[in-house]
């Protein structure tokens, strides 16, 4: 398959590209930008005129819901739902049913998003058997299956040894650890920030130090065992400020947060809006600047959907029954224009965070854009102002706190491997 796309503002984070140039796709490889090959014929013209050409993103959180919870969404719809997001490689979390932890069912899910032909997909093995937190997994088979990293997802490891022991384990082996840090005592039964808008409704509460205590754990093991972990989704300021210390002592440690964190606060709970029951839960103001400060500053790594679609019957519910969770792999890369342009904050930086810097997280050739690479491409329209509705999610899961939002630019083409995967229909 030949492709031309013609005149897009060709942006690639990591070496600083960003002129109007013509790339040329052949064999799922980029072969030229801005130089027409020699007997290069084309099966497919793109007109990327006023838009830009950019490296396909990269999700380090989205929840695909097989095998087990295929009622709430399929490999296929959130697939098709990355794609139309330009997402092209994505890892999902293990707290399928049954869980992540046998080689079997990491290769049959590997198999079966292969099958589709669109995002790429880099499962993470459960930690632990059946994620229970008690005896470790087989990471060295969970490995070979496919697994990049090895993850508790939302389920807690109450003992400490037993987290001392993966660790070590995995520093042995040179695995990363992936850990959600949320105190499970400080945290059970809570739904909510322990702030003003809790308490006001009467929520029961979850404290920003079950963040750090967490964080100030798995830090110490760190130490400890010499382990390399990714923290995932921090909520907090206090916990920021950790991370921060962390790096600047050398420890090799990562994080992300998610577009929920980075826009939103406790306040947008409103009148118990389920939307907003997220965990970790939304937090302060205060919490939510300092998350975009370390986001832009590179302290936070990377920015993640927090992909996970949930039956809308299950948000319905009063707010503490309500499941957790948002839909979100469409709005990460407009979501991701609408912080960099409120905080000025370069380009360039803010799609690195959204392309180069998590697929060095999870050690992938991918968030690139140059000659010779993996021609996995999203073509973004900055002029096309959409709405969020349910009716205008590919996914099977409508519900996200940014419903009825207008979003800065759409997706309009996403390349994966050189294939056209998705092209939006014309509006």
């Given at each position: ?13 990591g ?16 072969v030229?930008?801005g130089?027409?090959p ?13 838009k830009w ?11 695909l ?12 719809s ?31 899910l ?26 470790l997994t087989?990471?060295?088979e ?35 650890v992936?850990?959600?840090?949320q105190?499970?005592?400080?945290s ?10 809790a ?10 130090c ?8 798995i ?8 382990a390399?972990?990714?923290l ?21 440690l ?10 939103l606060?406790?306040h ?12 970790p ?14 986001l ?7 920015l993640?959907?927090?992909?996970a ?11 503490e029954?309500a ?7 469409e709005l ?7 912080w ?42 900055p ?16 519900n996200?706190p ?5 979003l800065?630019g ?18």
């Amino acid at each position: 398959m030949k492709i031309r796309i013609n005149q897009g503002r060709v942006m690639n984070p990591g070496n600083g590209l960003d002129e109007v140039q013509d790339v040329f796709v052949a064999a799922g490889k980029i072969v030229s930008i801005g130089q027409e090959p020699s007997g290069f014929t084309p099966n497919k013209v793109i007109d990327a005129h006023e838009k830009w050409v950019l490296p396909g993103l990269v999700d380090l959180a989205a929840r695909l819901r097989e095998p087990g919870y295929e009622y709430l969404a399929t490999l296929e719809s959130e697939m098709f739902a990355a794609t139309a997001g330009g997402v092209t490689s994505l890892s999902c979390p293990p707290d399928t049913d049954p869980p992540l932890d046998e080689p079997g069912l990491v290769e049959m899910l590997k198999h079966r998003a292969a099958n589709r032909h669109q995002a790429n997909v880099y499962p993470l093995g459960a930690l632990t058997q059946q994620l229970k937190g008690q005896r470790l997994t087989e990471m060295g088979e969970l490995r070979d299956a496919g697994c990049v990293a090895f993850s508790q997802a939302n389920a807690p490891l109450t003992d400490t040894l037993v987290l001392m022991r993966a660790l070590d384990y995995a520093a042995t082996f040179d695995f990363t650890v992936w850990l959600q840090p949320q105190d499970p005592h400080l945290s059970k039964d809570g739904v909510a920030h322990d702030g003003e808008v809790a308490t006001r409704l009467g929520l029961p509460a979850i404290p920003a130090c079950a963040e750090t205590i967490a964080i100030s754990t798995i830090m110490e093991l760190m130490r400890q065992t010499g382990a390399r972990v990714h923290l995932c989704r921090l909520s907090s300021a206090a916990g920021l400020a950790l991370v921060r210390a962390g790096k600047a002592e050398g420890l090799p440690l990562t994080c992300d947060v998610s577009i929920n964190h980075l826009h939103l606060s406790e306040h947008d709970l409103g009148y118990f809006n389920a939307h907003c029951r997220l965990t970790p839960p939304l937090r302060s103001p205060a919490d939510r600047n300092a998350l975009r400060a370390g986001l832009s500053d590179g302290t936070i790594d990377a920015l993640v959907s927090d992909h996970a679609p949930v039956d809308m019957d299950a948000k319905q519910l009063p707010f503490e029954a309500a499941e957790p969770g948002a839909t979100g792999l469409e709005l990460l890369l407009p979501l991701t224009i609408k912080w960099a342009h409120e905080d000025r904050v370069p380009l360039k930086t803010a799609l690195t965070r959204i392309t180069q810097a998590p697929a060095r997280i999870l050690g992938i050739a991918a968030g690139q854009l140059a000659i010779g690479g993996v021609a996995d491409l999203c073509i973004f329209d900055p002029r096309e102002e959409w709405v969020v509705t349910p009716h205008s999610l590919k996914s099977q899961g409508k519900n996200t706190p940014f419903l009825n939002l207008p979003l800065p630019g759409r997706v309009t083409h996403t390349l994966v491997g050189g294939f056209l995967v998705y092209e939006s229909s014309p509006h």
